[in-house]
């Protein structure tokens, strides 16, 4: 008699934004008439830059005809791709990844999910606290994370880093010794960074203790400040501790097109074994590559015409972070994020519990956000909204809350 | 201090096509002058047929325009996808599957290695052998089949199906209890297939002992016999037991281009728990949807047209599958399979191991095939070759082979 992996179980509700889904679907199926802004999911809505839909078309042309077909992918991803994230990324900021050290995938998603395949079970996380859902909940699908506190809203087994308002949403070093630390700079959900010297204490910590830091640097290119780092490899050491997880999504607006890369220096060992045997076996035997269009499309993001047509992207969005953050403090919020990240975290009013500000927001102004305590016990009373509407809209929904 | 996953370590060699792949290489590298016809790994070779790409440009082309982008893809894929597959895959053979037990994924590969995650570790597997190798390696790397015996060459905790010539290259029900049973029909590697009545022996025997089928059925464009069931849900009480895996990959030609679903059916159930609900889950929580345009393009296949035209790809292909049986025959080779699926198996001649007769191909007559007992042990003495190249170069395979 087979048995189901019971740890799915233990679960807590739904992930957190089919939640949201589910509730604003009801709400637009009972008030047709109302016209409902989204700031909630970091979804993007400018299309794809005219370079990407361009390499495209070339890249579907090509498949089109037998002499320019491709098939299966290499394993780590086409080279041209790799080549151009290897001097684009990395060695213009002065790091050293090796082009087989780059493995192209799906997508940060997958990747910071599937990372935890390549460790052992007994393995202890830290996380932010609060946090993107997907680097707890994928943990505790594969039983790392102990037993669901409901009253707490914690795991028995996880090591909790609060960053809270007095940290100025930054992490502090743990207490107790975790083995794989999970960080994100920019920081979803609260738009938050640390600068490269805090950074490299968080390296420097990892290598003493032996413990590997998975680092999400999905919203690198909204850095605006000169001391953030834009990739963890900026500091010294890095590659004897960290992995770093990228993403298509939001510098160039992949959500739906799906591509993202994981860097797994072969200099992070466990051992005599390097970790990158290990993540190329796990993606060699689980994963058949980005498809070869897509992969076209990444490259189209590294030309001259893309870098700057994809600034202008997130030029956009950071225009309507900055409507969101002078807005609600002009309405008299407690806002932070929205200067190096498109997401913007405000404190909600009145005590109100971050699914009650939810709720008041939908029904009242029928902007939809993200409550804070959906991303851990201390996004309680805090609640996220993205840069990533269309400027009307932000400004609309904007002025809607003005109003309330 | 961290922990690797140490079942990655007891995997032996590498991935056999990354092992292929580094053979034919290395040697293409030292004879430059030689013309390698590649017959081994299962990749297609025909392009995209024109209605897919007609599509294709046509979905590069919303993702050019505001209004008519898409960014994150429905948990399950795009209801236009899922609609043409239950209609024309399932309705149209008598099957009941719902639009929401069908989950839109990036490959058959992917979802063949991730449905792991959803059964408990202790699950005993069983599979056919020879096999193909990601049921087997994923499994092991989460560490549910034991020790890898060497000299044995298994793995101590699988249940292993031998399919031999004895048995028309089918497997037969075990004797050992298994809790997870993988299957593909029609076969890689072996080109074999099974009727709807043994097939439905499988799903009474699962039903009775409480196991799940998982149901690999990528290469079911294939079958040109009447009695050959092109779905496990054709038989009855299938959806209480079976969980079906598709590939866009050998029907269409996607190696490349990446589309695949899996059909949970809401009636597999554990206790009270469906399973459906799990791979939601995991699929919700681990995955973002396959590419918009990718989604259009599979869309696409389902067509009138698309339909012919990638008919006339799988004619193409199984008119080298003749080709290669009718040469090998004649050149006095024992060979199977090629009917209803695009592979051929043949026994070795003069008692060669397969990687000996591996050797010998590539260095003889410039042909790269697959070694049988790269799939399992019940595979040594046996070879794989594959009707997925153009026809010149299959026939010009062949010629080569009778002449040595």
Chains 1, 2 share one sequence.
Not at 32 to 59: S, Y
Request: net charge negative; with cysteine.
């Amino acid at each position: 008699m087979f048995k189901m992996n019971e740890n799915y179980l233990k679960l807590p509700g739904s992930y957190l934004f089919s939640m949201i889904g589910k509730k604003v679907n009801a709400y637009a199926e009972e008030h047709p008439d109302k016209k409902i802004i989204r700031l909630g999911i970091g979804d993007v809505t400018q299309p794809l830059a005219p370079v990407v839909i361009e390499a495209l078309h070339k890249a579907v042309d090509e498949m089109g005809h037998a002499e320019t077909f491709h098939g299966y992918a290499p394993d780590l991803g086409y080279e041209f791709l790799r080549k151009a994230i290897v001097e684009k990324d990395y060695q213009a900021r002065g790091c050293e990844i090796a082009l087989d050290e780059v493995f192209i995938s799906d997508g940060a998603k997958s990747d910071s999910g599937n990372i935890g395949d390549i460790f052992a079970l007994e393995n202890k996380i830290a996380v932010c606290d609060p946090v993107y859902p997907v680097y707890v909940d994928t943990n505790a699908m594969s039983g790392r994370t102990g037993e669901y506190l409901e009253d707490l809203q914690r795991w028995s087994n996880v090591v909790y880093m609060p960053c809270t308002a007095k940290t100025n949403f930054a992490p502090e070093l743990p207490s107790e010794e975790p083995d794989l630390i999970y960080l994100c700079f920019p920081n979803n959900p609260t738009g938050s960074t640390i600068t490269k010297k805090e950074l490299q204490k968080w390296v420097d910590y990892a290598n003493k203790i032996g413990a590997v830091i998975i680092y999400d640097a999905a919203y690198e290119a909204y850095i605006t400040e000169e001391d953030v780092p834009h990739s963890i490899y900026e500091c010294e050491g890095a590659t004897s501790c960290a992995i770093e997880i990228r993403s298509f999504s939001k510098n160039a607006g992949f959500t739906g097109t799906r591509l993202g890369f994981t860097i797994v220096p072969k200099a992070l060992k466990c051992g005599e074994t390097s970790l990158h045997s290990l993540w190329a076996r796990r993606q060699g035997t689980k994963f058949n590559g980005a498809p070869y269009i897509i992969q076209r499309a990444g490259e189209a993001v590294y030309s001259e015409e893309g870098q700057k047509q994809t600034k202008e992207q997130i030029n956009y969005y950071m225009k309507n972070a900055k409507v969101i953050c002078e807005g609600l403090m002009e309405a008299g919020y407690t806002v932070s994020g929205g200067v190096n990240a498109p997401y913007i975290w405000l404190k909600t009013p009145d005590k109100m519990t971050s699914w009650e500000f939810f709720d008041y927001l939908l029904e009242q102004a029928n902007v939809v956000g993200t409550p804070g305590s959906g991303f851990g016990p201390s996004g309680e009373g805090y609640f996220r909204l993205t840069a990533f509407g269309s400027y009307e809209n932000t400004l609309e929904a904007i002025e809607r809350i003005k109003r309330l």
